[in-house]
């Protein structure tokens, strides 16, 4: 739904409330259907699919929260601009798992729109530290996991990123990757 909608939708509400206060003297349905004025108003600053996504990520449900931010179609129609930031973050999380290759224009793109809480820019910033990581990147992926411990003031990813850094320390596969019949060629030939 458009977010404009609900603004409409409230806004009817509200004078309908007035006019049963006010016009028919039913001054108790006339309070109630003002306060019901109020969910329209909060669904436009926060998105009732965006909501839901956080609540079947909060049961660990990674499936039914791609299922509800599917249903944003144009988050830039859908959503107040306060939402982007949290609309690609999610889409990041969700897409962590099976495609671990585009969480990184996500998590990117939310880091971009912002992030209003500072565990969520922790938990992005890890996950594009763990993208760079993966990309042999790793003065950035230092970089930026030297900026999610900043922002994890809690310690809630303490250990992941100690993980990380251990990952870093780790001499590179591929530069020491060898065929170990290459040193035994003299003796074939």
Not at 88 to 110: C, S
Not at 132 to 139: F, P, T, V
């Amino acid at each position: 739904m458009n977010k404009y909608i609900k603004i409409v939708i409230a806004a009817v509400l509200i004078l309908l409330g007035l006019y049963m206060m006010f016009f028919t003297r039913n001054l108790g349905w006339g309070i109630v259907i003002t306060l019901l004025a109020s969910s329209p108003i909060l669904l436009f600053f926060k998105n009732e699919y965006i909501l839901l996504a956080f609540w079947q990520l909060r049961k660990q449900n990674m499936e039914k929260a791609a299922v509800w931010l599917n249903n944003i179609t144009n988050y830039q129609a859908q959503l107040h601009k306060s939402q982007y930031g949290y609309f690609h973050y999610l889409m990041g999380l969700t897409q962590a798992q099976d495609h671990p290759a585009k969480v990184e224009p996500f998590m990117k793109k939310a880091l971009e729109y912002g992030l209003n809480m500072k565990h969520d820019r922790a938990m992005a910033t890890l996950n594009l530290a763990a993208a760079a990581i993966s990309k042999g990147r790793k003065q950035e992926g230092q970089k930026l996991l030297e900026e999610a411990k900043r922002l994890d003031s809690a310690g809630m990813m303490a250990d992941q990123i100690k993980m990380m850094k251990d990952q870093l320390k780790m001499p590179s596969m591929q530069k020491h990757m060898h065929n170990p019949n290459m040193r035994n060629r003299g003796k074939f030939f």
